[in-house]
Nanobody, 112 residues
């Protein structure tokens, strides 16, 4: 069964940085696009960054601040988050595109 294990979240002040990691099990990893999603309290889960064979795409609010990357040898996808804002506070998840069952995510809280 494919699993995603997210890590690297935490509490950070506005303007700070975090690097999230997602370890994926299974042999499919390099064949599919991978995305980072987030869900803030009271809001729907949204896709913030995706990496595929042709490149990357970002949701408008994170362009220029977040960078998604992947290591197909380690079956891991990363999200480097810089210049964090309070509105980035959410639980962050990774998943294949199209989606598989979700992991538990990692909490990111941006607050002074």
């Amino acid at each position: 069964q494919v699993q995603f294990v997210e890590s690297g979240g935490g509490l950070v002040q506005p303007g700070g940085s975090l690097r999230l990691s997602c370890a994926a099990s299974g042999s499919f990893f390099s064949l599919y696009a991978m995305g980072w999603y987030r869900q803030a309290p009271g809001k729907q889960r949204e896709l913030v960054a995706v990496i595929y064979s042709g490149g990357t795409n970002y949701e408008d609010s994170v362009k220029g601040r977040f960078t998604i990357s992947r290591d197909n040898v380690k079956n891991t996808v990363y999200l480097q988050m810089n210049s964090l804002k309070p509105e980035d506070t959410a639980v962050y998840y990774c998943n294949r595109v199209p989606n598989l069952p979700w992991g538990t995510g990692t909490q990111v809280t941006v607050s002074s």
